[in-house]
């Protein structure tokens, strides 16, 4: 058994446990295997697994890597979780299914429209710059309304909203914001949890983990 297929066993079985000692009842949650900078013959034993999220943070990369094997199956869903430059747009509606990186009216407007062109229906995530990191992409708090309320009237799919909390503090007040935010407004799915603290994540019922080294080993 592949490296690869021992690690997301062990994760499953480590979230399973998890929400079995939170008691959470009618939760579930999902793994994005965060492939991005891994070739695909390193990805492909996880596929062949039958797993079906993975997620990319560059669109040419994702485009050479994956056009082929999404053909041949059909149930993959692919997740952009990097910062999406609004002239990438129209390339990454090809090959993605959700975007979870939507964090400006600009970009928002360039989803709109492309997803028009091409009569394509993309699921999208607001990332919010949760921590007011002035490094990190994110839209401030204060501004999530005018954005959200934008991508409704242009019928935009708005699933939820995804964080990248400061690395080097406790992510659990993060999460927490975030959560009730997402409560706030009505979602049932939000994005946010990542190798280092997706069990943390459970807690606060994220729905979509993006998880790469911890699958796939550390990155080069």
């Not at 592949?2 to 499953?12: A, G, L, R, V």
């Not at 039958?50 to 993959?76: C, L, M, P, S, Y």
């Not at 919010?128 to 309304?145: A, F, P, Y």
Request: glycine share 4%; charged share 25%; proline share 1%.
């Amino acid at each position: 058994m592949h490296s690869t297929i021992k690690n997301i066993i062990q994760i499953e079985k480590e979230i399973k446990e998890k929400i079995s000692e939170l008691k959470y009842l009618d939760y579930s949650t999902q793994i994005i295997a965060v492939s991005k900078t891994f070739p695909i013959d390193h990805i492909l034993h996880l596929v062949d697994y039958g797993h079906i999220n993975f997620g990319e943070n560059k669109v040419q990369e994702a485009i050479e890597k994956w056009t082929d094997i999404k053909a041949k199956n059909k149930n993959i869903k692919l997740h952009m979780i990097g910062k999406l430059q609004t002239n990438k747009v129209k390339n990454a509606l090809k090959i993605f299914d959700y975007i979870h990186s939507v964090d400006s009216l600009k970009l928002a407007k360039k989803i709109s429209s492309e997803q028009v062109s091409i009569n394509k229906k993309i699921k999208i995530f607001i990332q919010i710059n949760i921590g007011s990191e002035r490094q990190k992409s994110g839209i401030d708090v204060e501004h999530l309304d005018e954005l959200y309320n934008f991508c409704k009237q242009s019928r935009l799919d708005v699933i939820g909203l995804m964080c990248l909390p400061p690395f080097e503090s406790s992510s659990a007040k993060y999460f927490s914001k975030l959560k009730d935010l997402n409560d706030n407004m009505g979602f049932t799915d939000i994005s946010m949890g990542m190798s280092h603290d997706y069990l943390e994540a459970i807690k606060f019922k994220s729905t979509f983990l993006r998880i790469g080294s911890k699958i796939f080993g550390n990155r080069s």
